[in-house]
């Protein structure tokens, strides 16, 4: 028999028919289901009327196996009714060996033939039941697709008409009405204006309610709910076109009104006499299939005196501030952390837009080299990025063979100061370079220092970006530049030492570069130094590989202001050979001398 592949179809048909049904893509519009209904309700009359063949076919099959099964009993009494003639034959024959069993044997044969044609019959018309059923149970299950897709586009159908008249009333308009009143004798003129003006705006409102639902789609149906309802409309702003005396007391003014319509979000199933739940989205549904109650939601823009710190709110991560976050209305658990600090928490009720501005002071005793961190000035500028080292004894000098105790820590700042940094500053401050006063600024030029009239920081005489280190500055002016950062941040800057900036430098490493004892090629900005601006100009800062502790440019780029009265720069540039640039290496220039090839970075301390 074959029972196993009807019912396998049966078990699995419904399951083929809903994944295929869920594939579907939804229709959004209001013509659009419509449209989808149509075609899924002639699908539905179709799919009726070939269940109710298909029932038919069933219900023959099985009346046809029920008058088989009838015939069957019919049958069995008959065989065995010739079954016993058959043994009484054959004990006459015993008896009687000459008796003739030929007609009952005949008689037998046939009713045994009878009843195997039956079998047969019976198992063919019960297999064509099964997969009768199996068809008939896959068109039924085809046509409980169609009745649940149509009660889902019903009820699409319900949200989509409450989406389309959000939007309708959602338009915000512009009328302009007329308005003649008649006023009161003891009105002042300015009384009299204001009044007429007041009925002529609430004429407005009312017209343009009229105009909002008269051109809704389905405007009769809402005109039969409207005086449940508020339409919410706000007057944004009027302006009177004319107005002035008509007659003795009448005043007549023409008012032109821009309105805009805010109803609450359950307004427009109201008006349609539907439920509100079609009214809210289907994720804000409750668990329950109710719309959540409405909440405000505001705005937080939270800030802090650090950077690269981390916002949390509720636990929830934002990132580093300036960062603005969208909250509900209510309490919410805002920190910000950022290692070496201690962490800022607080809980606070947010009820509106808000800033808060959260202060991070730094924790004592757990200073690491390496450390990054940046200050903050006014308008939210960050000063230039710095790095930290620590108290201890370090090799410097050539050959890395004189030993230093250091004695404090102190934070040396990542890059030079760039153009863009010191830019910032004398926006600020109106200050004027040593090279501007002078109207001088020197070069190097086939090995032979020049002096180039006219050029500073600005204008060094190659081209510079906001991000090239800023040259053509004095010790002077690199002094100038510590002393208002440290007025702007409370925090004491300055020009580093000879000892901390090979200590930075060198960042641990024993031998002339950072990386190693042979320069190769192409691994900082120097004369010759194999780079596309050796001997042609100052690079961007960070254009080449930073070293252990994370600074960069300590090799080339340009020379670097120390503190050192004499007028001591470090770390070689992009006009000077690489072993000038040797950790090591010293060049003494007047500390009011500025050249192109001479910049500086600063130095923070820590208490």
Known sequence: MRQGLPALLLALSPCFMVTSTLAEEAPSSVSAIDDALFSKNTELQDAKKTTQSQQAAYDKQQAELKDLEQQAKTLDKALNAAKAKLHEAYGKMIDDPKTDITSAKATYQSAWSDVKKNQKARLEAQQNLQELEA??????SSQRTLEQKIAALGEDKLRARADRLKQELNHPGE?????????DVKMTLAQCASQTTELALQKAVNQYQDSLVSNAS??????????????????????????????????????????????????????????????????????????????AWVSLNVRSNQYNDNVQVDGVNYGSTPVEIM???????????????????????????????????EQANILKPGHKFADSLKGNIKTPEMITLIRGEYLIGEDASRKVSLDHAFALSATPITVGQFETFVNQTSYQTDAELKHLCISVNNSEVTPVSDSYWRNPGFKQTSQNPVVCVSQNDARAYAKWLSKQTGFDYRLPTEVEWEIAARSGSQSDYWWGDDFGADKAN???????????????????????????????????????????????????????????????????????????????ELH
């Open 327 to 361: 909250l509900p209305v209510g309490n919410h658990l805002i920190t910000v952390q950022k290692e070496g600090y201690h962490p800022f928490s607080q809980e606070m009720k947010v009820g509106a837009d808000q800033t808060l501005r959260a202060v991070l002071r």
């Open 218 to 295: 389905e405007s009769s149906l809402i005109k039969q709910h409207l005086d449940k309802v508020s339409l919410n409309i706000h007057l944004l702003k009027h302006s009177t076109k004319q107005a002035g005396f008509k007659g003795s007391n009448k005043y007549y003014t023409v008012v032109n009104a821009q309105l805009e319509s805010r109803p609450k979000e359950s307004t427009a199933c109201e008006l349609l006499g539907i439920k509100n739940d079609y009214c809210f989205d289907k994720a804000a549904d409750g668990e329950n299939g109710k719309p959540q109650k409405e909440v």
């Open 526 to 604: 120097t004369g010759w130094g194999g780079s596309q601006w050796s001997n042609k100009s100052t690079s961007p800062v960070g254009s080449f590989t930073p070293n252990h502790l994370g600074f960069y440019d300590v090799v080339g780029n340009v020379w670097e202001w120390t503190s050192d009265p004499r007028g001591m720069a470090k770390g070689g540039a992009w006009s000077f050979s690489p072993t000038m640039a040797k950790a090591s290496s010293e060049l003494f220039i007047d500390p009011g001398t500025a050249a192109n090839y001479l910049g500086f970075r600063v130095v923070r």
């Open 135 to 140: 068809k008939l149970a896959q068109e039924k």
């Open 175 to 183: 009328e302009t009405v007329s308005f003649t009143n008649k006023c």
